[in-house]
Protein backbone atom coordinates (compact mmCIF):
# COMPACT_ATOMS: atom_id res chain seq x y z
CA UNK A 1 0.00 0.00 0.00
CA UNK A 2 1.34 3.25 -0.67
CA UNK A 3 1.54 6.36 2.00
CA UNK A 4 -1.66 8.49 1.49
CA UNK A 5 0.38 11.32 0.52
CA UNK A 6 1.81 9.56 -2.63
CA UNK A 7 -1.70 8.14 -2.92
CA UNK A 8 -2.94 12.19 -3.52
CA UNK A 9 -0.02 13.01 -5.49
CA UNK A 10 -0.52 10.26 -7.81
CA UNK A 11 -3.84 11.78 -8.26
CA UNK A 12 -3.03 15.37 -8.44
CA UNK A 13 -0.22 14.56 -11.27
CA UNK A 14 -3.07 12.69 -13.14
CA UNK A 15 -5.02 15.65 -12.96
CA UNK A 16 -3.13 17.86 -14.13
CA UNK A 17 -1.50 15.61 -17.12
CA UNK A 18 -5.31 15.11 -17.79
CA UNK A 19 -6.57 18.89 -18.13
CA UNK A 20 -3.13 19.38 -19.91
CA UNK A 21 -3.90 16.79 -22.21
CA UNK A 22 -7.75 17.44 -23.01
CA UNK A 23 -7.07 21.40 -23.37
CA UNK A 24 -3.59 21.20 -25.43
CA UNK A 25 -3.95 17.67 -27.53
CA UNK A 26 -7.54 18.06 -27.89
CA UNK A 27 -8.22 14.51 -26.15
CA UNK A 28 -11.98 14.40 -26.40
CA UNK A 29 -13.01 11.18 -24.17
CA UNK A 30 -12.10 10.33 -20.37
CA UNK A 31 -8.68 8.86 -22.04
CA UNK A 32 -5.31 10.60 -22.65
CA UNK A 33 -3.30 10.28 -25.85
CA UNK A 34 -0.27 7.87 -26.23
CA UNK A 35 2.21 10.32 -25.40
CA UNK A 36 0.35 11.57 -22.33
CA UNK A 37 -0.49 8.25 -21.19
CA UNK A 38 3.03 7.10 -20.52
CA UNK A 39 4.41 10.70 -18.95
CA UNK A 40 0.88 9.74 -16.44
CA UNK A 41 2.88 6.05 -16.41
CA UNK A 42 6.23 7.31 -15.81
CA UNK A 43 5.07 9.99 -12.90
CA UNK A 44 3.54 7.21 -10.86
CA UNK A 45 6.23 4.84 -11.29
CA UNK A 46 8.25 7.78 -9.99
CA UNK A 47 6.25 8.63 -7.33
CA UNK A 48 5.71 4.92 -6.05
CA UNK A 49 9.49 4.46 -5.63
CA UNK A 50 10.41 8.21 -4.12
CA UNK A 51 12.74 7.21 -1.40
CA UNK A 52 10.78 9.52 1.17
CA UNK A 53 7.68 7.83 0.63
CA UNK A 54 5.58 9.37 3.67
CA UNK A 55 7.73 12.45 4.09
CA UNK A 56 8.15 13.32 0.81
CA UNK A 57 8.05 16.87 -0.15
CA UNK A 58 6.49 18.52 -3.24
CA UNK A 59 8.40 17.10 -6.45
CA UNK A 60 9.08 21.05 -7.09
CA UNK A 61 10.57 21.98 -3.72
CA UNK A 62 12.33 18.53 -3.91
CA UNK A 63 16.51 18.56 -4.14
CA UNK A 64 16.10 14.88 -6.23
CA UNK A 65 15.38 15.48 -9.59
CA UNK A 66 14.66 12.26 -9.81
CA UNK A 67 13.21 12.43 -13.80
CA UNK A 68 15.18 11.73 -16.42
CA UNK A 69 15.58 14.78 -18.53
CA UNK A 70 12.95 14.26 -21.66
CA UNK A 71 10.20 13.19 -18.88
CA UNK A 72 11.33 16.14 -17.04
CA UNK A 73 10.73 18.21 -19.80
CA UNK A 74 7.09 17.29 -20.28
CA UNK A 75 5.98 17.11 -16.87
CA UNK A 76 6.85 20.66 -16.48
CA UNK A 77 4.99 21.74 -19.22
CA UNK A 78 2.28 19.78 -17.79
CA UNK A 79 2.89 21.72 -14.61
CA UNK A 80 3.45 25.11 -16.02
CA UNK A 81 -0.09 24.75 -17.77
CA UNK A 82 -2.02 22.92 -15.32
CA UNK A 83 -0.81 24.50 -12.48
CA UNK A 84 -2.62 27.28 -12.03
CA UNK A 85 -5.88 25.67 -13.71
CA UNK A 86 -5.80 23.18 -10.88
CA UNK A 87 -7.24 25.20 -8.35
CA UNK A 88 -10.57 25.80 -10.67
CA UNK A 89 -11.06 22.48 -12.08
CA UNK A 90 -9.35 20.29 -8.65
CA UNK A 91 -9.72 22.51 -5.13
CA UNK A 92 -9.24 20.22 -2.65
CA UNK A 93 -6.65 18.38 -4.94
CA UNK A 94 -4.51 21.85 -5.42
CA UNK A 95 -4.91 23.10 -1.82
CA UNK A 96 -3.70 20.00 -0.52
CA UNK A 97 -0.57 20.28 -2.68
CA UNK A 98 0.04 24.35 -1.60
CA UNK A 99 -0.31 23.45 2.39
CA UNK A 100 2.61 20.17 1.84
CA UNK A 101 4.74 22.60 -0.15
CA UNK A 102 4.36 25.21 2.72
CA UNK A 103 4.75 22.96 5.63
CA UNK A 104 7.16 19.72 4.16
CA UNK A 105 10.46 20.92 4.82
CA UNK A 106 13.13 19.10 1.75
CA UNK A 107 14.68 16.40 3.62
CA UNK A 108 18.84 17.46 3.90
CA UNK A 109 20.17 13.36 3.53
CA UNK A 110 20.10 12.81 0.42
CA UNK A 111 18.76 9.22 0.32
CA UNK A 112 19.93 6.43 -2.33
CA UNK A 113 22.20 9.49 -4.47
CA UNK A 114 23.75 6.80 -6.56
CA UNK A 115 19.89 5.54 -7.91
CA UNK A 116 19.79 9.43 -8.98
CA UNK A 117 22.63 11.03 -9.33
CA UNK A 118 22.39 11.83 -12.71
CA UNK A 119 19.43 13.81 -13.03
CA UNK A 120 20.56 15.96 -9.80
CA UNK A 121 22.15 18.77 -11.71
CA UNK A 122 19.66 20.77 -13.62
CA UNK A 123 18.43 23.33 -10.59
CA UNK A 124 16.48 25.71 -13.32
ZN1 LIG B 1 -1.90 14.43 -24.54
Known amino acids: MLPR ?5 MKTVRAMIEIYCRETHSTTSEGLCEACLQLAIYAEKRLA ?4 QQNKPTCGTCRIHC ?3 DMRQR ?3 VMHYSGPRMILHHPLLAIAHLLDEKLIRPPRIKANPSAHS ?3 DDHS
Not at 49 to 52: E, H, I, R, S, V
Request: aromatic content about 12%; some cysteine.
Open 49 to 52: GCPF
Open 118 to 120: KSR
Open 75 to 77: IKA
Open 5 to 9: RLARE
Open 67 to 69: YKP
